[in-house]
């Protein structure tokens, strides 16, 4: 499995458990387990949810009606900005 695919799964199986549609990164709270603070990693690298906020809050298209959308989002924001 490479980085990205074990990023998709991480994501897809916290976030996966949202409410959905999802106005907003106040909607996915609820469901990280350490809060902001849940750690996500891939390969060498590692982010806070926090830190995925920061770096891809500007790229978000809320409102996601699905997991699959919100992940994919995430994963392609990280992509362009050459962290996975």
């Keep these: 499995m ?8 991480q994501l897809k199986s916290i976030f ?17 387990p350490q809060g902001p603070m849940t750690r996500f990693t891939a ?11 920061q770096k891809l ?5 809320f409102p996601y009606n699905d997991v699959d959308s919100l992940v994919k989002d995430l994963l392609d924001g ?6 996975l």
Excluded: C, H, I
């Design 57 to 61: 809050g500007g790229q978000a298209r």
């Design 2 to 9: 490479g980085a990205r695919e074990e990023l998709e799964a």
């Design 43 to 53: 390969g060498n690298k590692s982010w806070t949810a926090m830190e995925l906020s």
């Design 16 to 32: 996966g458990k949202a409410k959905y549609p999802v106005k907003s990164v106040f909607d996915l709270l609820p469901v990280l």
């Design 78 to 83: 990280l992509a362009a900005r050459g962290e």
